[in-house]
């Protein structure tokens, strides 16, 4: 091979390759230590980072919050990804797959965990009748998006975000590969919201909070800093869905919560009360 490698008969795992991420990641699932998961005192009880994957039900639940729905009080704690916080015996039995967010559900009779972001937006819609339209085009189209989301932002993420933000080698062949996907994406969206006020139509749903985290955040700069790179300016539809959404009140605060990076005014590692989040936006300038 012309860059010196081979892929050898059997994959062995490299220990020593990588940068801080290959050190976390392992071939294998499971627990790695014993370590209960904290419990608050409401009946959602959040274990997550304030990662676009996360952001999408920190969103909601304010979003729920700001229509005065109570029952959607929450405790959030930060699971630390990157000291391995998703491989204790806790965290993996809300979530065998250990990657945030995860939710635990202790309103009913029986306690329910519920993984992946677009599962626990269902849930969160379903359970409390909002952001979701109950019955036919609508419904399909929220789902349309929804899992259009779920499909492709790990292209934008794991492929593009990675090679082109966090490896610490750039490699011309895979940013070309998942620059050109996440330029189709964009495209697409950007065609999408041409004709709609919203994603899935004209009603503002949980097809917008799965999506605005990503390709929201990443066209108004918030995300791999990349803006000049993908030319994000040209995709105007996109750019007018996303500065909508990011003024809407729930959005910023939902933004917040679980983070640990950024500026301090958008630092809220974990959220109890909403006087939590009132608290770090007052300091924001
Ligand atoms: N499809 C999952 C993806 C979740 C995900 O990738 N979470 C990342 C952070 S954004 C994570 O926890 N990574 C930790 C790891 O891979 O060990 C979802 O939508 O919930």
Request: hydrophobic letters at 40%; aromatic letters at 12%; charged letters at 20%.
């Amino acid at each position: 091979m012309e860059n010196g490698y081979t892929p050898p008969k059997v994959w062995v795992h490299n220990t020593d390759g990588g940068n801080q991420w290959a050190s976390i990641n392992r071939p294998v699932s499971g627990a790695t230590h014993e370590q209960a998961l904290p419990v608050g005192e409401h009946a959602l009880q959040l274990y997550s980072l304030g990662t676009p994957n996360g952001q999408k039900v920190t969103i909601l639940l304010e979003e729920l919050l700001a229509l005065g729905i109570k029952e959607a009080e929450y405790d959030a704690y930060l699971i630390n990804i990157g000291e391995g916080e998703q491989f204790s015996s806790g965290f993996v039995g809300a979530n065998p797959n250990s990657k945030i967010p995860a939710l635990v559900d202790k309103s009913g009779d029986d306690e329910v965990n519920v993984f992946e972001s677009a599962s626990i937006l269902v849930h969160l819609a379903e359970k409390f009748g909002q952001f979701l339209p109950k019955e036919g085009a609508a419904r399909t189209q929220t789902f349309n998006w929804l899992f259009w989301a779920q499909g492709s932002a790990p292209f934008l993420g794991g492929g593009f975000g990675h090679f082109y933000a966090y490896a610490d080698e750039k490699f011309e062949y895979p940013i070309n590969r998942f620059a050109m996907e996440a330029k189709r994406q964009l495209d697409v969206l950007d065609k999408q919201l041409a004709q709609h006020t919203y994603v899935a139509g004209e009603e503002y749903s949980i097809a917008d909070i799965a999506i605005w985290p990503w390709y929201g955040n990443l066209v108004l700069g918030k995300l791999y800093d990349a803006g000049e790179f993908l030319q994000v300016e040209s995709y105007t539809h996109i750019m007018r869905w996303a500065t909508m959404i990011s003024e809407r009140e729930a959005v910023q605060r939902g933004r917040v919560v679980n983070r640990s990076f950024g500026e301090e005014w958008e630092q809220v590692p974990e959220r109890h009360s909403a006087a939590d989040i009132d608290a770090v936006l007052k300091l924001k300038p």
